[in-house]
């Protein structure tokens, strides 16, 4: 691993003892690693030939780690305080530039023409100006995809989009990082998976605002780009709502505190992703609601389950999402569907009377509970779907054994294979359906670890983990890697005072690195773990 700025040294005779000349450029503080052979010249004046002074570059270490690296000869780059600048070929990478600038502690110089020391970020229509295979290569990437060049003591980060310029400047902000410098060449970077996410359950547990904003700007720096927040659950619902206020709880965020939160991931070009979990996981209305509550034959309620055979419980549910939907701007929604009791027991139809009538009423004589359920189901997505937003419920709410399909545009959030009705992803995809990956074996960090679940660590993600991985530790085949867009590190609170939010965020700190590396690029790490680990440390 790298570490210091590239140099270059010339041996000088001084009474019978060889003095080192170091050239340092910029802001150098004399570190020594990487200086090649010397050749009896100095590479301290600018106008030195750097092919004729300077080692090989290496590929930077950061996190996750880059695609690919042109290597170069040259002192590659460093910020230098109050002389360097950030400088933007277009007007809409201001936000990109100011951060960067800040961040490194470099002078914002707007739309201007880029000088010695400088980094200049700008869109271009493929990243570079490269042509034929490279252009091609790159394309895959599309919008995430960026180009970083380090080259004649200048930085430049070009990419066809603004998420791909801002996951540039994430890299470069880790090169340099410690004191290290930028390596000379070029950098072409794209992920692997589209989609990077985090979730985190603050029904159960409520985190404070500034606790789920230093998430974000984790997230944002290892080229995350979701963040799932599950806010309503048995335990409670955690954001302030306008059409049922009678079901918030006392600790919750405010609309205009989730608003503050949109607009930082906005900055870091983090989508966030809602989940409003029905029919079941739904205490928080029920207790304000009783006549909703789903109760089995004998008059027993089912908890957190409303019943789907009342028209009352769509039309609150329905609220809801429509609240939200307008509340969060992004593109996508989770509609939940998991654990609903109703399809745990012996004989739904037995149990569950009203349903099964309901079912019949719905579907004809043959029509069953999995039916009505689905029906629910794709009713919420009919909710939701005018809001333009992509959609996925949890795997085990896509109830088998009934007449009824799922609407063909859900995705599949595959989480566990130990549930009720649970069927293997082979099934899920087979069928067309796209899946994310959260496989409940290595990506679910479960507060008090209750039933068989333990504390996922980084390392296991790290080297045994990967996207194609959907239930337990065996792999699905490769032909369905397209119909996997990625994977999400959830974070559930289920013994929500096992541990405190600080707790929390030192648990997941290497998990979610681990887990944006195998998302990211999809070779076999060349770090070791505890290397990795090291580079975490240094990135930070």
């Not at 954001?239 to 939160?261: A, G, M, N, Y």
């Not at 205490?283 to 909703?292: C, E, F, I, N, Y």
């Not at 579907?363 to 999995?370: E, I, N, P, S, T």
Request: hydrophobic content about 35%.
């Amino acid at each position: 691993m790298r570490r210091g700025p590239v140099v270059a040294a010339s041996g000088v005779a001084v009474a019978g003892a060889v003095v080192l000349t170091v050239a340092l450029w910029p802001g150098g503080d004399g570190d020594t690693a990487g200086v090649s052979p010397s050749d009896g010249k100095s590479a301290a004046s600018p106008s030195a030939s750097p092919g004729k002074s300077y080692a090989l570059s290496k590929a930077p270490a950061t996190i996750p780690a880059v695609r690919e690296h042109t290597a170069a000869r040259g002192p590659g780059w460093r910020p230098a305080e109050g002389k360097g600048r950030v400088v933007v070929g277009d007007g809409g990478l201001a936000d990109e530039g100011r951060l960067l600038a800040d961040e490194l502690k470099l002078k914002y110089g707007g739309e201007a023409e880029p000088r010695e020391g400088d980094v200049e970020l700008v869109l271009t229509d493929d990243g570079d100006g490269d042509t034929g295979k490279d252009r091609k290569d790159k394309s895959k990437g599309g919008a995430e995809s960026y180009t970083l060049t380090v080259k004649g003591r200048q930085v430049r980060i070009a990419a066809p989009a603004e998420v791909g310029v801002f996951y540039g400047t994430r890299t470069l902000k880790q090169e340099v990082s410690g004191g290290r410098t930028a390596p000379e060449g070029v950098v072409r970077d794209r992920p692997a998976k589209p989609r990077r996410g985090f979730m985190i359950d603050i029904a159960r547990k409520h985190f404070d605002l500034k606790w789920l904003e230093d998430r974000i700007r984790e997230l944002g720096d290892l080229k995350y780009n979701q963040l799932g927040l599950h806010f309503s659950d048995d335990q409670a619902f955690r954001i302030e709502s306008d059409s049922h206020p009678e079901i918030v709880s006392s600790d919750h965020l405010t609309k205009d505190q989730v608003r503050r939160l949109l607009k930082l991931a906005e900055s870091r070009h983090i989508t966030v992703v809602p989940e409003i979990d029905s029919p079941g996981h739904l205490g928080a209305v029920t207790r304000q609601h009783p006549s909703l509550q789903l109760r089995d034959t004998r008059g027993v309620a089912t908890r957190g389950a409303v019943d789907i055979s009342k028209p009352a419980a769509a039309e609150i549910v329905d609220d809801l999402l429509k609240e939200y939907a307008e509340l969060f701007p992004g593109a996508y929604w989770h509609l939940g569907a998991d654990e609903y009791r109703a399809l745990t027991v012996k004989n739904p139809e037995a149990s569950y009377p009203q349903l099964a009538a309901a079912a019949r009423e719905r579907y004809g004589a043959d029509g069953r509970v999995q039916d009505l359920a689905t029906g629910w189901l794709n009713d919420r997505a009919d909710t939701v779907r005018p809001f333009d937003k992509k959609l996925k419920a949890w795997n085990d709410g896509f109830f088998p054994g009934g007449s009824t399909q799922a609407a063909d545009d859900l995705e599949v959030a595959y989480w566990t294979g130990k549930e009720i009705g649970a069927r293997e992803p082979d099934e899920y995809l087979r069928a067309g359906r796209k899946v994310v990956n959260y496989n409940d074996e290595y990506l679910y960090y479960v507060l008090g670890q209750p039933n068989t679940f333990r504390y996922p660590t980084g390392q296991r993600i790290y080297e045994s983990w990967t996207p194609l991985v959907l239930r337990g530790t065996r792999p699905v085949s490769e032909r369905y890697d397209d119909q996997i867009l990625g994977g999400t590190f959830a974070v559930w609170c289920d013994l929500a005072g096992s541990q405190s939010q600080e707790q929390v965020a030192e648990g997941i700190r290497m998990p979610l690195r681990a887990t944006v590396q195998k998302l990211w690029d999809p070779r076999k790490p060349t770090l070791a773990w505890n290397d990795f680990v090291k580079l975490a440390d240094t990135v930070q």
